[in-house]
């Protein structure tokens, strides 16, 4: 037995669950959220805890058992409490601005950067080094923390670019160092 996918879900107060064949829409304070699920799996709820069960111990249903109990549990979080990825400018020069929705990047091009959240969350920025992806699907917050991530990965002699808070980033030694 999965030991991830025989975990129940709790569903707190001001969550609401609704199952249908095999769709499941999870409704919360901030939002909501659907999930199709394989037809191999089965959700029930019951006394708001969620459980996922399957139909054999076939190697495809093992792996579909644990994916779909994460999935479930992501959705209950997120309706719930939200997600959020704190990046981090480094570097002398970089800054960012907030522009109504979208944010502006000055990260040592020639130009500056525009980037519009992805829908369904909401860019916010700290300070002038700070940015704060914030949203309800982790998925798409990991994906757009990604994205800006991409604009400027950090580099591996001088550490300047963008990174995750708390990230470390090993640096190289340069050329005087191999003598």
């Given at each position: 037995?999965?030991?991830?996918?025989?975990?129940p879900?709790?569903?707190?107060?001001?969550?609401?669950?609704?199952?249908?064949?095999?769709?499941?829409?999870?409704k919360?304070?901030?939002?909501?959220?659907?999930?199709?699920?394989?037809?191999?799996?089965?959700?029930?709820?019951?006394?708001?805890?969620?459980?996922?069960?399957?139909?054999?111990?076939?190697?495809?249903?093992?792996?579909?058992?644990?994916?779909?109990?994460?999935?479930?549990?992501?959705?209950?979080t997120?309706?719930?409490?939200?997600?959020?990825?704190?990046?981090?400018?480094?570097?002398?020069?970089?800054r960012?601005?907030?522009?109504?929705?979208?944010?502006?990047?000055?990260?040592g091009?020639?130009?500056?950067?525009?980037?519009?959240?992805?829908?369904?969350?909401?860019?916010?920025?700290?300070?002038?080094?700070?940015?704060?992806?914030?949203?309800?699907?982790?998925?798409?917050?990991?994906?757009?923390?990604?994205?800006?991530?991409?604009l400027?990965?950090?580099?591996?002699?001088?550490?300047?670019?963008?990174?995750?808070?708390?990230?470390?980033?090993r640096?190289?030694?340069?050329?005087?160092?191999?003598?």
């Amino acid at each position: 037995m999965s030991r991830i996918g025989k975990k129940p879900i709790p569903v707190p107060a001001g969550v609401e669950v609704k199952i249908d064949d095999h769709r499941i829409t999870v409704k919360g304070p901030k939002g909501s959220l659907e999930y199709e699920h394989n037809p191999d799996l089965s959700v029930t709820l019951n006394d708001n805890v969620l459980t996922v069960t399957r139909a054999s111990d076939e190697r495809r249903h093992r792996a579909l058992h644990g994916l779909t109990r994460s999935l479930l549990a992501n959705m209950v979080t997120g309706v719930s409490d939200g997600y959020q990825k704190t990046l981090d400018l480094v570097g002398v020069g970089y800054r960012v601005q907030q522009e109504s929705e979208a944010i502006v990047l000055q990260i040592g091009y020639s130009h500056q950067i525009t980037v519009q959240p992805l829908p369904g969350l909401s860019l916010v920025v700290e300070g002038n080094n700070r940015i704060l992806v914030q949203g309800i699907d982790k998925q798409v917050v990991g994906e757009m923390a990604a994205q800006i991530k991409k604009l400027r990965t950090p580099n591996v002699y001088t550490g300047k670019g963008i990174r995750y808070t708390g990230e470390q980033v090993r640096l190289k030694p340069g050329k005087s160092a191999r003598r």
